[in-house]
């Protein structure tokens, strides 16, 4: 079956523009992760959805991300007024992890690779 | 914070064994995974060893966990060059949110 589809796969902006990033989960999976790789710096946790519960928007790094999940299935994470440092690729992944499947492990997408000029 | 920590670089010459390790901090950690990274993907689960478990193994892949010591390996035994790709360890606690580590390049030498 399909796996997690992101778009696009690489985006350019100029500094201060909004942009868009977009994730469509596998069918099925409640949950769903937003992360960060910047170059050597690993991957940092952004967002989590579960299911309909509130978000976990304990990762995002300022009032500049946010992020939504329309019917418990695709995603957005909006940036705005994006800045140099947002250069990065932000990775996707989704998961039917929940109450009684803790061990599922995560699906992740190919990322959006974001540079900012 | 939980904190997960890996070497950022390992050289290896094909047919040689790898070993790829990893720490954390989690006393509370479940479940523990490695993942896969090829150029412009994803990451991709390897495999992945729960915490009241010593060792797992799969085909070339021997997973080693010394829960004492909070510290995780990876062992890939022959390596080949299609190998080479960035492996991330990362651990479930309390939360639903992976922790991931830096990640390790392999490199495999022909």
């Not at chain 1, 940036?79 to 995560?106: F, H, K, M």
């Not at chain 2, 478990?53 to 390996?73: A, C, E, W």
Request: charged share 20%; glycine share 10%; net charge negative.
């Amino acid at each position: 079956g399909a796996g997690v589809s992101q778009s696009p796969s690489n985006k350019v902006t100029e500094k201060g523009k909004d942009v868009e990033l977009r994730c469509d989960p596998i069918s099925g999976h409640t949950a769903l992760y937003w992360y960060r790789q910047s170059l050597g710096q690993g991957l940092e946790f952004l967002i989590y959805f579960q299911g309909n519960s509130a978000p976990d928007k304990s990762g995002l790094p300022s009032d500049r991300f946010s992020a939504e999940r329309t019917g418990g299935s695709v995603s957005t994470l909006t940036i705005q007024r994006t800045q140099q440092e947002d250069s990065a690729v932000y990775l996707c992944a989704s998961s039917s992890w929940g109450e009684t499947t803790y061990n599922s492990p995560l699906h992740f997408g190919n990322g959006t690779r974001l540079t900012v000029t | 914070g939980e904190d997960v920590e890996q070497s950022l670089f390992l050289s290896v010459r094909e047919g040689d064994s790898s070993v790829i390790n990893c720490t954390y901090t989690d006393s509370s950690s479940t479940y523990l995974y490695w993942y896969k990274q090829e150029p412009g993907a994803g990451l991709q689960l390897l495999t992945y060893i729960f915490s009241n478990m010593d060792m797992k193994q799969d085909q070339r892949l021997t997973v080693l966990l010394n829960k004492k010591d909070k510290h995780l390996s990876l062992r890939i035994a022959d390596t080949q060059t299609g190998d080479s790709a960035i492996y991330f360890c990362a651990e479930t606690g309390g939360s639903y949110i992976p922790t991931f580590g830096r990640g390790t390049s392999l490199i495999v030498h022909p």
